[in-house]
Structures are given as C-alpha cells and as structure tokens.
T-cell receptor
Framework: GENVEQHPSTLSVQEGDSAVIKCTYSDSASNYFPWYKQELGKRPQLIIDIRSNVGEKKDQRIAVTLNKTAKHFSLHITETQPEDSAVYFCAAHPRDDKIIFGKGTRLHILP | DAGVTQSPTHLIKTRGQHVTLRCSPISGHKSVSWYQQVLGQGPQFIFQYYEKEERGRGNFPDRFSARQFPNYSSELNVNALLLGDSALYLC?????????????FGNGTRLTVT
C-alpha cells in the first residue's frame, strides 16, 4: 500500500553544521512532496515543497531534492540555528485528495 | 487574518462516549481535511472535504465521520470512543484540493479517552 518512510527518527547536529533528513515513498503516482516543521506544542507548518517536475528547490538555508526514479526526496538545512530544533515531517501526495506523512524526525541543534 | 481555528483545545472523554470536534478554515478556503496525530507519529489522514462533499477518506473505521457546512467550517465526529482514539486531532484548510493548495493547520484538539 501507500507508504512514506522517513529517517532518521532523531538527529542531533552542532549549531552551524548541516542536517539532512531523507524520505522514500512507495506510490509512483505521487507528484507533490511538502515538508512540515512542528515545534513542541504547535501546529505543523509548511516550510518547503517540491513538485515532481523539479529536481531541487532552495529557499535560503533550506533545500529539498527529489529523485523520482529512486522514489526518494531529502530535506537539507545548512548553517543550522537553535530555532531549527523541531520535528520535521515529509509527506507525499499520491493523488489530489490524499496526503501521506512520514513518522517524523526530531532534530536537536546542539550549542 | 485569522488562521485555522479548532475547538475545543482539550477534551477528556470516557470509553464508549462520542465526541464532536470543530474547525473553522481560513477565510476563502473551501477545503478542510482532518488528521489524527498520535504522540511520536506523523499525522494520519482521516477525511478531506471540498465544497461540502467528501473527497477523500483514510483508513479509519466507520465510527469516524465528518461533514462540512455551507460556511466551509467542519465537524469531525467519533462514536464509541476507544482508548486508542486518544490523540491530537488536526484540522487543515486549503483554498481547494490538489497540490497547488498547501495545507494550513490549526493548533489541534487534544483528545484523551479514559
């Protein structure tokens, strides 16, 4: 069935270093891949997204890459800062009316 | 501009009871979707409504139902509550269905079933 695998489940990086979170999806019909950031006790917020006709998208310190052949996509955060500490969720849309989320990655930025 | 609002913020129910959760979308948004988020997991898709019609349903039992009103607000109903229904229930709105309409989440309703 439709599934999104996300790893690692927990990631600790030194402030200023880069963080990479990876996701794989099972449904080849998926063509939209958003990433959400959820701080403790708060709502998930969209931070970046990518569509299947694009291989990479960048927004300041955040970038997302997509490999449709391998069915995986990744979130890259450079020059990490304390406020980047949160849980990050990847997601895939196998069709317009459905979205499947990964289980999340808890990112800790170490001082 | 108000975001997505959900009520109540917290709720405690006992097994077998039913519950109604409410969601008001961002003004102008016509699609509302519901998600269940168990602690330590990603949100699980329950329903999507657009223009008052159900457009999508996740793998949840028939105890879960929802509807959307003419003003695009929505209710999620859960009957015969089980302990396993304890979770954060998130509502998200978007202008329409589809990939060019990003989801905007509310703060959620935390349901505890005892």
């Amino acid at each position: 069935g439709e599934n999104v695998e996300q790893h690692p489940s927990t990631l600790s990086v030194q402030e200023g270093d880069s963080a990479v979170i990876k996701c794989t999806y099972s449904d080849s019909a998926s063509n939209y891949f958003p990433w959400y950031k959820q701080e403790l006790g708060k709502r998930p917020q969209l931070i970046i997204d990518i569509r299947s006709n694009v291989g990479e998208k960048k927004d300041q310190r955040i970038a997302v890459t997509l490999n449709k052949t391998a069915k995986h996509f990744s979130l890259h955060i450079t020059e990490t800062q304390p406020e980047d500490s949160a849980v990050y969720f990847c997601a895939a849309h196998p069709r317009d009316d459905k979205i499947i989320f990964g289980k999340g990655t808890r990112l800790h930025i170490l001082p | 501009d108000a975001g997505v609002t959900q009520s109540p913020t917290h709720l405690i129910k006992t097994r077998g009871q039913h519950v109604t959760l409410r969601c008001s979308p961002i003004s102008g948004h016509k699609s509302v979707s519901w998600y269940q988020q168990v602690l330590g997991q990603g949100p699980q898709f329950i329903f999507q409504y657009y223009e008052k019609e159900e457009r999508g349903r996740g793998n949840f039992p028939d105890r879960f139902s929802a509807r959307q009103f003419p003003n695009y607000s929505s209710e999620l109903n859960v009957n015969a509550l089980l302990l396993g229904d304890s979770a954060l229930y998130l509502c998200a709105s978007s202008f329409r269905t589809g990939m060019d309409s990003p989801l905007h989440f509310g703060n959620g309703t935390r349901l505890t079933v005892t």
